[in-house]
């Protein structure tokens, strides 16, 4: 044999240099635009509010379990058709549950939202005709499947190629559950006029916050490691929509409404509304900047390169 | 042999008379095991077929893209010039099947004629929720067209950005290694078409031995997607069409190291799991923590 044909290939080239073919795309982009986005958002409300009915139910606070089981039928009627209308070719939407691909977090989705819809329908019925205990056999179940729907989507991006969703497949899930947690807490608020079941929340609101906060943190820093964090720092309007959005309307303004609220012990309502309402605009934002910033990325080779300069 | 094909109750009216009278030259079907004649192999269900590309042997003459576009009556992409190279395709795309690229180098002029690599393991295939994509009995990978419901996230999971939607008619479109040619015996249409043997099509054994031998007599020549190569990492196993190159993958547009995105799923999705039980146990402390009642 000649030497150099038996020569491992990343010896012979050295180390990787930003090369590429004409700076053009090496891999393609999702077509996932505002319709993905918002079922992201939609369905990550949905799941997370059926959860703080599921736990609202045993500790008997009845105006969130009212309010997060018709917001979890409400999102599981949106998800679907969100879903639909981005299919290229909608009037076969029912081959998504032709088969179970366990290897796709899009055929895991498929059947996950579907048996999520069916219980939160039969849980939201339950609690419409004030049938307690059987709203509790519904509402648990639905309430496990709700756990997969508001974190499944971070599987959803990150098993793909694009570098800036692929790069922290062990961060967007628990950062996606997370913020799910966050709106839903935030809508669930803003829908119960119950003063105890406001502070549980605003407690709760806390605790998830601060637990975005922290990934939002780990999954920068994740981006920074892998030099795939360009398309959120290059562009402006990007960049912005990133800091204020995400970070500042998303996580930062209700994390210090609700600090402030609980330390404090004194609460404002209103103060407490716009937490709750900067929280629902920055997780939106929050989702929308994670899937454009994602097809930008896909469109830069440098980043797909060096994100496949060793196989993990 | 006279045979006097005016009585032939098929005969073709547009054959010219003295064409007519010279019936051995007209073909008047599929030949049995074309293959057998243009490419040396009988093609048969149950093995594995594929390309071996030697990009050592591309004359760029691009008879492969459009031998590819002819067969599969694939329309032409918008028409312009790059205005980098003698590559007016640019990219592998939904109706363009065969890529050559250019790479213009200071002493020499790399080509590379690119295509869907039909992974041993495939990520389209496994991020596929309808089934459309397949494995074909030649060990290949081909959308079914009237399944595929244009969910488009086998797009961003091939880690070689080749499969495609087309927004025309709303599936996703990529190279199906002739799936209906290899089915009547005949030898893929680019590697028919190609004059240089630069794609070579065959068993993916016979290819791989093929390459071995021929990367010894290219003097820094290398195999990309062979098992244990780069192009063949992170669970990709091998790639059915694969490719001797003479420059660092990323020249050409290939990642040096691909993963398959579906191993990504499982730890990804525990994490996600775990934290929703931490929020679980959160909104219990939260709701138990003392009503003021």
Known sequence: ?312 | MAVDLRRHPVFPPSVPERAASYGQSILWGVMPDESELTAGVRIEPGQSYGFFTDTSLCIGCKACEVACKEWNNLPADEIGLTGQSYDNTGRLSCTTWRHVAFVEQRDRWLMMSDVCKHCANAACLEACPTGALFRTEFDTVVVQQDICNGCGYCVPACPFGVIETNHHDGKAHKCTLCYDRLKGGLEPACAKSCPTNSIQFGPVSDLLERAQARVREVPGAYLYGVPGGPGATGGIARLNAFFLLMDRPEVYGLPSEPTLPSRRVAPGLMAGLLSMAGLVLAAVAAFAGGKRR
């Open chain 1, 1 to 312: 044999m000649t030497p150099g044909a038996a020569a491992p290939y990343g010896r012979r080239f050295g180390s990787y240099a930003g090369q590429s073919y004409y700076g053009r795309p090496a891999i393609k982009p999702s077509h996932y635009r505002w319709l993905i986005a918002g079922y992201l958002f939609v369905g990550g409300i949905a799941g997370a509010s059926q959860i703080l009915a599921a736990v609202a139910d045993l500790f008997g606070y009845r105006g969130v379990t009212r309010a997060g089981r018709y917001l979890a039928l409400a999102g599981a009627l949106m998800s679907p058709v969100l879903l639909i209308c981005d299919l290229h070719t909608p009037r076969r939407w029912y081959n998504m549950l032709r088969i179970i691909r366990p290897t796709s977090p899009m055929s895991i989705g498929s059947w996950v939202l579907t048996g999520f819809g069916t219980l939160s329908g039969l849980a939201a019925l339950c609690q419409m005709l004030g049938a307690r205990v059987m709203g509790r056999v519904f509402g648990l179940p639905a309430a496990a499947a709700g756990a997969v729907v508001s974190c499944y989507t971070g599987s959803l991006l990150s098993a793909t190629s694009v570098p800036l969703w692929a790069s922290a497949y062990r961060l967007l899930p628990p950062l996606f559950g997370t913020s799910a947690m966050s709106t839903a807490v935030a809508a669930t608020s803003l829908a119960v006029e119950d003063e105890d079941a406001h502070l549980a929340l605003e407690r709760m609101a806390l605790a998830a916050g601060a637990a975005e906060l922290a990934l939002m943190v780990a999954t920068e820093r994740r981006w920074r490691e892998a030099a795939v964090d360009a398309p959120i720092r290059q562009k402006p309007r990007m960049a912005a929509a990133y800091r204020w959005g995400v970070l500042g309307l998303g996580v930062v303004v209700p994390l210090a409404i609700h600090a402030i609220h609980i330390l404090t012990g004194r609460r404002s309502q209103p103060a407490a509304n716009l937490a709750n309402a900067s929280a629902l605009v920055g997780g939106l934002i929050q989702r929308a900047v994670l899937t454009f910033a994602g097809n930008s990325s896909a469109e830069r080779p440098e980043d797909y390169f060096s994100f496949t300069q060793r196989a993990a």
